[in-house]
Nanobody
Framework: QVQLVESGGGLVQSGDSLRLSCAAS????????MGWFRQVPGKERELVAA????????YYTDVTEGRFTISRDNAKNTVYLQMNSLKPEDTAVYYC?????????????????WGQGTQVTVSS
């Protein structure tokens, strides 16, 4: 059974940094694409960044504006999202997700497995 456990969220001030972690277990993820999504109340969940576990190819959406970096550590089976220069509009629940198709980064329905989410709040 796939388990994804996020950590690292919290309350920070505008301009600060945070690193989110997603510990993955239950499968061999070498063929998977791993993604970070975020959601605010009343809005759809949106993709922030994704990474191919096998070759570390990455994909970023416009919301990152070059401020976020996704990475993975094979030894720890963990995916990270480093977020710098945070803004109040980055406030959301951030979710880690696993895409076993390993094909497209940006198709939300390809992400079969989800973590429980971690709250990030950026105050001005």
């Amino acid at each position: 059974q796939v388990q994804l456990v996020e950590s690292g969220g919290g309350l920070v001030q505008s301009g600060d940094s945070l690193r989110l972690s997603c510990a993955a277990s239950g499968r061999t993820f070498s063929s998977y694409v791993m993604g970070w999504f975020r959601q605010v109340p009343g809005k759809e969940r949106e993709l922030v960044a994704a990474i191919s576990w096998g070759n570390s190819r990455t994909y970023y959406t416009d919301v990152t504006e070059g401020r976020f970096t996704i990475s993975r550590d094979n030894a720890k089976n963990t995916v990270y999202l480093q977020m710098n220069s945070l803004k109040p509009e980055d406030t959301a629940v951030y979710y880690c997700a696993a895409n076993p198709t390993g094909i497209h980064f940006y198709i939300t329905s390809d992400y079969y497995y989800w973590g429980q989410g971690t709250q990030v709040t950026v105050s001005s």
